[in-house]
């Protein structure tokens, strides 16, 4: 997607590059990364978090078509708006639920990186005497 911004922006750019990089990126993946970071606090399934990505995909394109006077039914652009939203809102639940992980089952699992875990105590400090 940023290649397409880059070299092809009117593959993802409806209207300008500005409009796209203050509703979609800007205000949808701040959106969409809340959302994510949301759904994965409750426990809730990444069922949920797809249905939110969609439902904010059609809030973005609306913020288009109200502000930027956009196509507002357009599958091409509805598409690439979500698809990128769905990616930001996959990001944000994955780093919170593996924050959750390491931290609530601290026994069992570990954090792995800022988006996922693994089995396994953390290892053991220099100052820790077992």
Do not use: N
């Not at 797809?50 to 091409?76: D, K, M, N, P």
């Amino acid at each position: 997607m940023v290649l397409s911004f880059l070299f092809l922006p009117w593959a993802v750019v409806e209207v300008s590059r500005g409009d796209f990089l203050l509703v979609t990126i800007f205000l949808g993946g701040g959106a969409a990364w809340l959302t994510g970071r949301s759904i994965a606090g409750t426990w809730r399934s990444y069922r949920q978090a797809v249905i939110y990505a969609v439902l904010l995909g059609c809030v973005v394109r609306f913020f288009h078509y109200a502000l930027f006077e956009g196509t507002l039914l357009s599958w091409h652009y509805f598409l690439t708006d979500t698809a990128f939203l769905l990616a930001v809102t996959t990001l944000g639940f994955r780093a919170e639920r593996a924050k959750q992980m390491g931290t609530r089952y601290g026994w069992l699992y570990r954090q792995a990186g800022p988006f996922g875990w693994t089995e396994g105590v953390p290892s053991a400090t220099h100052g820790d005497t077992a």
